[in-house]
């Protein structure tokens, strides 16, 4: 709708999960005479040939949510995931400032995993360091899947006794929820999550989930849609000072600010927006 304001046509195409896909779709895009591609990367290193591609047709590429790794995109655009993974950690010690912690990252071969990741352990390093806390298990979520999750949590609760789980987003949490619950210690270990899925909020509403990370998703479209604008206009984008090294590129990078959600602020936030309704929420 945003583009459509600006002037612009928009040709969406979904691969459906399949990174070969993505990339002949890509390929028929440019052989249309697109100006520019806005590409949420299935997979980020399977994305490459498209940016490349692209490149050769002199057709700027912006990498949405999901940075395209090595790969010299035009822009790269998303929520601050360092930030959400602080948020999701800062929330859980901040309730179990000592204990034993579970860690349970997103997909492997998903760059912002790794970036959430790293802010987890900006918050929770010196916590280690000082005795305060020990992380039992960092383990990665295939895919980002709920069963996996679930799968996880359960064997590192007969390992170990878990006191705090920082989940790296919102299915993730559902399973580690539902193996809490077969123990009968859902809402006594604090979970954390991000997305704000409707599930995730109401979890949150119930004492069952800590903090999940609103990011609203309206805004990254709008952006992305003045941006690609900017782009086909042959307009400079508005990257600011911020330039992420993806392998041997630097890549002009826009940050948005992810919102922590509570219980507390579920209504101000999420209710608020319009995102979830109160209705639905305390269903």
């Not at 900006?122 to 916590?127: D, E, H, N, R, T």
């Not at 959600?261 to 309704?277: Q, R, Y």
Request: net charge neutral.
């Amino acid at each position: 709708a945003k583009a459509r304001e600006l002037g612009a046509e928009v040709i969406v195409q979904d691969a459906s999960g399949d990174p070969n896909a993505q990339l002949r779709q890509a390929d028929a895009l440019l052989a249309k005479g697109v100006q520019v591609l806005v590409v949420v990367p299935k997979n980020a290193d399977a994305a490459r040939p498209i940016v490349l591609n692209a490149r050769a047709r002199g057709v700027k590429v912006i990498s949405y949510d999901r940075l395209i790794a090595d790969a010299p995109v035009d822009l790269y655009l998303s929520f601050d995931n360092e930030k959400v993974g602080e948020i999701q950690a800062r929330a859980i010690a901040g309730l179990v400032p000592r204990g034993n912690y579970l860690i349970l990252k997103g997909d492997p071969a998903d760059k912002n995993s790794d970036m959430i990741h790293a802010g987890h352990l900006k918050v929770l390093q010196p916590l280690v360091d000082r005795g305060d806390i020990r992380i039992v298990a960092v383990q990665s979520c295939d895919k980002w899947l709920r069963s996996e999750a679930m799968r996880i949590t359960a064997d590192a609760l007969q390992r170990h006794r878990i006191d705090a789980i920082v989940a790296s987003n919102d299915g993730t949490a559902s399973g580690a929820i539902a193996a809490l619950e077969a123990r009968g210690l859902a809402g006594k270990v604090p979970v954390s999550g991000q997305d704000a899925d409707l599930i995730a909020v109401q979890n949150v509403w119930k004492g069952l989930q800590a903090v999940t990370v609103y990011k609203p998703i309206r805004q990254l479209a709008e952006v992305a849609a003045v941006q690609a604008v900017k782009a086909a206009r042959g307009e400079p984008m508005d990257a600011g000072a911020v330039k992420l090294q993806n392998g041997p590129h630097e890549v002009p990078t826009l940050f948005l600010e992810p919102i922590p959600v509570t219980k507390e602020n579920l209504l101000e936030t999420v209710v608020a927006d319009g995102f979830h309704t109160e209705e639905d929420v305390k269903r």
